[in-house]
């Protein structure tokens, strides 16, 4: 029992009230990644349907002679809606900033619905692409939106936790996607990808009533000197009444820490890279580039036809497998964040994926060929089963670790002043790294003349980047375990070297140094708490039992 005990994350003895409804609230949020893994999953599928590449052929045909859209058109249909997100992760901050981080995710589901109706609607290529553009505008948003949500109203003990299920939703997304066109792509007319993109209307609908409902969280309402409000929505997260001491000193710290930062001036883009916040948005920026370029993303957008070409004759049937893979692997993931920490997961995490990724490129090799038409040769089908489980073993190292801990990452080191626009520029450059790997992957596998055929061999170049992950790590994720994001950014400020920041603890409240700003006079200790933190300590084990009723 006391192995479990060990084992398990618990609420901390000083954390006043509940912590379910601000669970549950940053559970539903994630949702919103089923909108972003469905929509990424969906067009793996429907490239490889026989009724989609004959109602939009333009008369291009494949090595067998059959109707088919171009490298380039293919290209174009999956690195465009990449394109979309980078835009709407750049345009994040306008909506978050001036309506609200709530209202802002409703807006962006709009968006998006507007662009699953084009896409549904399209018989051909324009019309297709357009929809396409529009859908990953709302997923850009979203993208950005949801950890941005999460981080601002979950509890530091298990915000890792929290922000993570977004990625879980997003393998959540893919593996419906994976089952739903498995569903349809033998049918011989529209519906074969009218009804998986159709479903995404669900997605958006769901989530759109729900954030009718749900508070807007507390640090935006602090930042628009909204402080009854403020106190009103940490309280229904707590379960909590507004006036109640915790609540109050909760908002008396985010609220000092605001008006630290406002002090020094206002933030623009340009602020997120000067002075100490430049270190902090080249990690985020760097942080999500090595996602994607760890090759996740080749599997779930062209899976299908690299197994396909493998030698497999259901290759529908892989990609359903790799998806349940991908959801199943992110669970322990979630738990793992805030039980062992950010670094140790993302470094054992890259060295995983290293390895995976070079056996993988080495069997795909040495046990594949092609004849003289660029259809590929299987030399040892036994072989190229060892392969796709080895690409199984890369997804768990990439599900559990960097999946999730991107956006943890992201959505905790930066201040409230400089948040909303640091996490929209580190999630348009995972959404710009997504575009250009979508958009050259046709270029660099297919065969024909002007393009590099490197078919298997793709997968050095991910072991490369993932062999750059493991130094990146070493040398610039801090350990932010445990922390509020207020004192996350005092970690930055005290501490120069990620290396160091494991064994980091605050010393002083920005209530603390306000005062000392000011010339006011601290207690002799500046650990001593302040008479309202005395009278929540004193009222949290009541508190905590009221709150389990």
């Known amino acids: 029992m006391s192995g479990l005990r060990k084992l398990s994350l618990k609420k901390p003895h000083e954390e006043a009230g509940a912590t379910w409804p601000a669970i549950a609230v940053g559970a539903f949020v994630a949702f919103g990644g089923v909108l972003f893994g469905y929509d990424t999953g969906t067009i793996s599928g429907i490239l490889a349907m026989d009724y989609w590449k004959g109602l939009f052929s333009t008369g291009y045909k494949d090595s067998k002679g059959l109707p088919d859209v171009s490298p380039s058109q293919s290209s174009a249909i999956v690195s465009i809606l990449s394109a979309g997100t980078f835009f709407g992760a750049l345009a994040s901050p306008l909506l978050a ?14 968006v998006f619905i507007l662009g699953v109706i084009f ?9 297709f692409l357009a929809g396409r553009f529009f859908a990953g505008f709302g997923v850009g948003l979203i993208s950005a939106l949801i950890p941005l949500y999460q981080s601002e109203t979950a509890p530091k003990w298990i915000r890792g936790a929290i922000v993570g299920a977004y990625q879980f939703a997003i393998t959540i ?6 089952v739903v066109d498995n569903g349809t792509h033998e049918r011989n007319d529209t519906g074969s990808y009218r009804i998986p993109i159709a479903i995404q209307f669900a997605w958006a ?5 729900g954030m009718l409902v749900l508070p807007e969280t507390p640090r935006y309402l602090i930042k628009r000197d909204r402080m009854d409000k403020a106190a009103a929505a940490l309280g229904k997260l707590r379960r909590l009444p507004p006036d109640h001491p915790a609540i109050q000193g909760e908002l008396s710290e985010i609220k000092a820490n605001h008006e630290f930062e406002m002090a020094i001036g206002t933030a623009s883009y340009l602020d997120c890279f000067r002075g100490g916040m430049l270190k902090r948005q080249l990690t985020g920026m760097g942080l999500q580039a090595l996602q994607q370029l760890t090759g996740i993303n080749f599997i779930f957008y062209y899976g299908t036809q ?8 259901q290759p529908f049937v892989i990609q359903m497998i790799t998806s349940s893979i991908n959801v199943a692997s992110t669970i322990p993931g979630l738990y793992a964040i805030d039980k062992w920490g950010r670094r140790p997961m993302l470094f054992w995490g890259a ?10 490129a080495m069997i795909g090799t040495l046990t594949t060929g092609q004849d003289s038409q660029g259809n590929i040769l299987v030399y040892n089908l036994p072989a190229q089963k060892a392969a796709i489980a080895f690409v199984c073993i890369y997804i768990f190292f990439f599900a559990s670790t960097w999946g999730p801990l991107a956006w943890v990452v992201t959505g905790e080191i930066f201040p409230l002043k400089h948040r909303a626009r640091g996490l929209s520029i580190t999630t348009a450059t995972n959404w710009l790294l997504n575009w250009a790997i979508a958009y050259s992957t046709p270029y660099l596998v297919n065969y024909g003349d002007g393009y590099a055929n490197l078919q298997s061999k793709i997968f050095f170049v991910w072991f490369a980047c993932c062999f750059l992950c493991i130094s990146f790590v070493y040398f610039f994720i801090y350990e932010t375990k445990g922390l509020t994001l207020e004192e996350i950014d005092e970690l930055y400020t005290e501490v120069s070297s990620a290396r160091k920041s494991t064994h980091w603890e605050p010393t002083i409240t920005f209530k603390q140094r306000e005062s000392e700003a000011h010339g006011g006079v601290l207690s002799k200790n500046s650990h001593d708490h302040t008479h309202e933190e005395h009278q929540a300590e004193k009222r949290v084990e009541e508190d905590n039992a009221a709150a389990q009723v």
Request: net charge positive; charged share 5%; glycine share 10%.
């Open 97 to 110: 900033d001036n309506i609200g981080r709530r209202l802002a995710l409703v807006a962006s589901s709009l």
């Open 119 to 127: 896409q549904t609607a399209a018989t051909s290529l324009p019309l």
């Open 173 to 178: 997304g893919l593996l419906l996607a994976a």
């Open 205 to 209: 609908i769901v989530l759109i009533g």
């Open 306 to 313: 690299y197994f396909l070409n493998s030698g497999f004759s």
């Open 351 to 360: 060295i995983g994926m290293c390895v995976s990724q070079f056996i993988v």
